[in-house]
């Protein structure tokens, strides 16, 4: 058996003629036709099954109510006053002894602390930094101070906020400066 070559073989030389536009359409028409009658009709075929189907299972289960019902039963009847029971007689005391009772709660006053409570919330290299951070705060509604320190490592400037006189004010400002995304502040024991 010879084993033949199909690529090298190469492609036909002969050139098809292309048709021209009339016969494009009439070959169109022609093979498009018998199928796009086809579906349609199948389809509506196909729907009209459907409704005769729905239609016949709602006729039988017509028949299927269990009786005739009685619309006289069936109506609610309004009682009359001489139907109504009588009303029940009250069970419950407490209505009655419940407002003489009085609760005492100890309650023990909260002393006054000399401390106040200062609140820094960055430090920074450079005034720039700081003032922009003030201003952060200052839209919260609350007046921060920029202090300048030095130190062993150079020159910082620290915003603060405070004095506070309880620490729950200050963690009421901490928490106010959170919903902003300044979570850096910490609340210390300063004294001015």
Not at 42 to 57: E, P, R, S, T, Y
Not at 141 to 152: C, K, P, V
Not at 170 to 179: D, G, N, V
Request: proline share 4%.
């Amino acid at each position: 058996m010879a084993q033949r070559d199909y690529v090298s073989r190469g492609r036909s030389q002969k050139k098809k003629k292309a048709p021209n536009n009339a016969n494009k359409r009439a070959s169109s028409r022609q093979v498009s036709s018998p199928t796009m009658h086809k579906l349609p009709i199948f389809k509506i075929a196909i729907i009209v099954a459907l409704v005769a189907g729905f239609g016949v299972f709602l006729w039988s289960i017509k028949d299927n109510v269990e009786g005739d019902v009685d619309v006289q039963s069936s109506r609610a009847v309004a009682p009359t006053e001489e139907a109504l029971p009588e009303l029940p007689e009250e069970e419950w005391e407490y209505i009655k002894t419940l407002p003489g009772y009085e609760v005492e709660v100890d309650v023990q006053a909260q002393e006054k602390s000399d401390k106040r409570y200062l609140m820094q919330c960055a430090s920074f290299r450079t005034r720039a930094q700081a003032e922009e951070m003030k201003a952060k705060i200052a839209f919260q509604g609350l007046e921060a101070l920029i202090r300048q320190s030095s130190g062993s490592n150079g020159e910082w400037f620290r915003v603060i906020l405070g004095p506070f006189e309880s620490k729950r004010d200050a963690e009421k400002a901490k928490h106010s400066l959170r919903k902003v995304n300044i979570a850096t502040c910490q609340i210390w024991y300063w004294n001015l």
